[in-house]
């Protein structure tokens, strides 16, 4: 009977139930205190982190989904207040939402760095005031219900604060979810690898105060027995499971709480006690109608977690009376001291059959059920409906009318001239409402106007860079879409030259009204520039370089040195071209053009010369002719006059023009008086001469090589050859005995 007890029980279960890992609390069995703390640590430690705020996945994203309003999927559910608020809002000017620490991001001074700054096991979705009024408050009791005045969201939130101390407490369906996330951190932050060294403590921290340390610790333990884990906490472990790879093990098993913390683990069997196997039947009841009440009592043994109590939907459970529902949460306390549950049949199917069932009794491993039966009766009844909301303004999206059935649970179909589509744009709709109930029946009719809106203006898209097509602005109405006509300094036209131009923006739309102005600017493009032919050699004329723009054709100045005056002359130029009289684009380029001069050549003459007592120069011919050159001889530009050899140096004197050449010239001493007979008294050659000199003379004649100075460089006796290989050429004289002869040595 127990296994097929469990089978209805998972069945008709909520879908808030945890899923977790097989073996995931593994090495956490058996263990309790801060051996068990540090094994806990060890399992949801080094989780995947994410960044607070970023463009891909940050805290924003995770917390859409953890903090999801069930009822509308596209808002968040703020922690302390309990508002719905616009998920896509994120802070927007303090009109949105905001993201609580549940720890205090300055308890432990961790800001929001990744790590426990951004840790989304403890934070949760809130509003913008309220996360103000919270702050770093402590948690623990206090008095003073806290309403938020301030921002998009207002009202009272269920929560409080003191006037008299630094103290919060959340909303009593959340604080046993703010318990829990506060046993997380004092388990996942231990202090290693750079992380806060995060405790939970008794006293009561000061504003000011950043030590890693939260109070107040004994109200945190009873509100985690007090307020149970919900369905809803166990989606949201899920979800943040999901994203960073660890879980609450005090949401998965809030039994380790009590082990850490508390008065330790209780080895000793868990065990639930129910007052009756199952309950007398309910007799036939009308569909829709509540039966007489019954009920039974529950006790439980040994237990560490709440009693879950599960139910199916023709049997209605409640532990006062009043509320009851499918499902209820039995605290562990009420459970030690016995419960009273009360049981009430209550058919909806409108069919008369007979029902049985198996009321779930559940903690931890503890578990046991009661039998329930009853008998639906089908009777209809006329139902009761109003029509209301039947004026409304256009929002761009479908708009429905307000009903209202007596009873408020029947389903109904509703038409709008006949349609079931909800209508969007501005005009007057029959509206029809039918029960669509086996148990009811019903019908009513009212006429739904749809109003023109006041739209607002804004626009995107108001600055732009000329690129030759046309630019339009994007407007943007609210409500949207309304068909808006634009223009642009009057002109229906988008413009596309550079410039700025006065936009108008008005609504062409029976569906709203309104218009608006903005400025739109299209700003000049910068153009590109080619500048060739910047090295081009000297010819005497004007040299100017070539100038190619992008794109094409654009007008351009171009200046060498600040003139506008193309070089003629050698050297180099700081030349600027820059954009001119277009609307459209600008721009400059810098750049240099060099003016190359031509190497001439030189050819130099006329090297060899006797002395005469007059100046003597080499002869210059050019090519091209007629340059002017600079003669140096010795470094000097005098001719030079007395005998010896002289360094000659020519370069061009001429603009546009360089070149240089060397050689040497030579003055010659003329010597006189010598008779024919001594002359050809010996034989020498060859002569002139560039290697050895060859003598035939007397094999005891004086032999004597004189140079231009009247120096001996050369004394002998009967020397038949003299090597002449480092003397300098010109004109020496050569004495045998007394005969002189002249010998050229080049």
Same mark, same amino acid.
């Given at each position: 009977m127990r296994f097929y007890i469990c089978i209805l029980f998972l069945l008709i279960g909520t879908s808030g139930f945890a899923q977790i890992p097989d073996g995931y609390y593994d090495n956490a069995d058996g263990k309790s205190g801060d051996e068990l703390k540090t094994a806990l640590y060890n399992i949801i430690k080094g989780h995947t982190e994410y960044a607070y705020t970023s463009s891909s996945t940050d805290t924003w994203d995770i917390l859409k989904e953890a903090d999801k309003d069930p009822n509308n999927s596209a808002n968040v559910i703020g922690i302390y207040?309990?508002?719905s608020m616009d998920g896509a809002a994120e802070y927007n000017s303090a009109q949105g939402w905001s993201r609580e620490h549940v720890w205090a991001k300055s308890r432990g001074d961790f800001g929001t760095s990744k790590g426990a700054g951004t840790d989304c096991h403890h934070i949760v979705a809130k509003d913008v005031s309220t996360n103000s009024a919270r702050s770093n408050r402590n948690f623990d009791e206090c008095s003073d219900p806290y309403t938020d005045n301030a921002g998009n969201y207002i009202g009272a939130t269920d929560s409080f604060t003191s006037s008299t101390e630094f103290l919060w407490k959340p909303r009593a369906e959340v604080k046993g979810d703010v318990a829990r996330m506060l046993s997380y951190m004092a388990t996942r932050y231990e202090g290693e690898s750079g992380e806060p060294d995060l405790e939970l403590t008794e006293i009561l921290q000061a504003n000011e105060s950043k030590e890693p340390f939260h109070a107040k610790l004994s109200v945190l333990l009873t509100w985690h027995e007090e307020d149970p884990v919900s369905p809803?906490?166990?989606?949201?472990?899920?979800?943040?499971?999901?994203?960073?790879?660890?879980?609450?093990?005090?949401?998965?098993?809030?039994?380790?709480?009590?082990?850490?913390?508390?008065?330790?683990?209780?080895?000793?069997?868990?065990?639930i006690t129910l007052s009756v196997n199952s309950l007398p039947h309910f007799g036939s009841t009308p569909t829709w109608e509540g039966s007489s009440i019954q009920s039974y009592v529950l006790t439980a043994e040994n237990i560490t977690e709440d009693v879950?109590?599960?139910?199916?939907?023709?049997?209605?459970?409640?532990?006062?009376q009043i509320n009851y529902g499918l499902?209820?949460?039995?605290?562990?306390?009420?459970?030690?001291?016995?419960?009273?549950?009360?049981?009430?049949?209550? *058919? #909806?199917?409108?069919?008369?059959?007979?029902?049985? +069932?198996?009321?779930?009794?559940?903690? $931890? @491993?503890?578990?046991?059920?009661?039998?329930?039966?009853?008998?639906?009766?089908?009777?209809?009844?006329?139902s009761e409906i109003s029509i209301i909301g039947l004026n409304k303004t256009y929002t761009g999206e479908p708009i429905?009318?307000?009903?209202?059935?007596?009873?408020?649970?029947?389903?109904?179909?509703?038409?709008?001239?006949?349609e079931r589509i909800s209508p969007i744009d501005v005009g007057s709709y029959e509206v029809e409402v039918t029960i669509q109930e086996n148990t009811h029946f019903g019908s009513a009719v009212g006429t739904l106007i749809i109003g023109a809106a006041d739209a607002e203006f804004s626009f995107r898209h108001t600055e732009f860079e000329y690129d030759g097509n046309p630019k339009e602005i994007e407007v943007l109405t609210d409500p949207e879409p309304l068909n808006v006509i634009?223009?642009?300094?009057?002109?229906?036209?988008? *413009? #596309?030259?550079?410039?700025?131009?006065?936009?108008? +923006?008005?609504?062409?739309?029976?569906? $709203? @009204?309104?218009?608006?102005?903005?400025?739109?600017?299209?700003?000049?493009?910068?153009?590109?520039?080619?500048?060739?032919?910047?090295?081009?050699?000297?010819?005497?004329?004007?040299k100017s370089v070539s100038v190619n723009t992008t794109p094409e054709g654009l007008n351009y100045t171009v200046t060498y040195n600040g003139s506008e005056i193309p070089p003629k002359n050698v050297g180099t130029y700081s030349v600027t071209a820059t954009i001119i009289n277009e609307s459209n684009h600008f721009g400059s380029q810098n750049t240099q053009l060099t003016i190359i001069p031509i190497t001439a050549l030189i050819q130099v003459g006329n090297t060899e010369h006797d002395?005469?007592?007059?100046?003597?120069?080499?002869?210059?011919?050019?090519?091209?002719?007629?340059?002017?050159?600079?003669?140096?001889y010795d470094d000097s530009e005098t001719a030079p006059t007395e005998v010896g050899t002289y360094t000659v140096d020519v370069s061009i004197d001429e603009e546009g023009y360089v070149g240089s050449a060397s050689t040497t010239m030579n003055i010659n001493e003329v010597i006189t008086g010598l008779s024919d007979d001594l002359i050809d008294e010996f034989l020498?050659?060859?002569?002139?001469?560039?290697?050895?000199?060859?003598?035939?003379?007397?094999?005891?004649?004086i032999v004597k090589l004189i140079n231009n100075k009247g120096h001996v460089v050369f004394e002998g006796v009967g020397d038949k050859e003299i090597n002449i290989n480092g003397y300098q050429k010109g004109v020496y004289l050569l004495t045998v005995d007394d005969s002189i002869q002249k010998v050229i040595v080049e």
């Open positions: 207040s309990g508002f809803k906490e166990l989606d949201r472990n899920e979800v943040i499971y999901g994203y960073q790879n660890n879980r609450n093990p005090f949401i998965d098993h809030p039994e380790y709480n009590e082990c850490i913390w508390g008065a330790g683990c209780n080895e000793d069997e868990s065990k879950i109590v599960t139910s199916t939907p023709d049997f209605r459970i409640s532990l006062n499902q209820k949460t039995i605290s562990l306390s009420d459970a030690l001291n016995g419960k009273e549950i009360y049981v009430q049949f209550f *058919p #909806t199917s409108g069919i008369s059959q007979d029902y049985t +069932a198996e009321i779930i009794h559940e903690s $931890g @491993s503890a578990f046991e059920s009661v039998s329930v039966s009853g008998t639906e009766i089908s009777n209809p009844f006329e429905s009318a307000i009903v209202q059935t007596s009873p408020s649970y029947l389903e109904y179909d509703i038409t709008y001239d006949g634009v223009t642009y300094d009057g002109n229906f036209n988008a *413009p #596309t030259n550079a410039g700025t131009y006065s936009v108008y +923006a008005v609504v062409d739309d029976p569906n $709203g @009204s309104g218009s608006a102005t903005t400025t739109m600017i299209i700003n000049q493009a910068e153009a590109d520039f080619d500048i060739t032919d910047i090295n081009q050699n000297y010819d005497g004329t004007s002395y005469d007592g007059s100046p003597k120069e080499v002869t210059v011919e050019t090519d091209p002719q007629g340059l002017n050159t600079i003669v140096l020498v050659y060859p002569n002139p001469v560039s290697n050895v000199l060859s003598i035939e003379s007397n094999e005891r004649s």
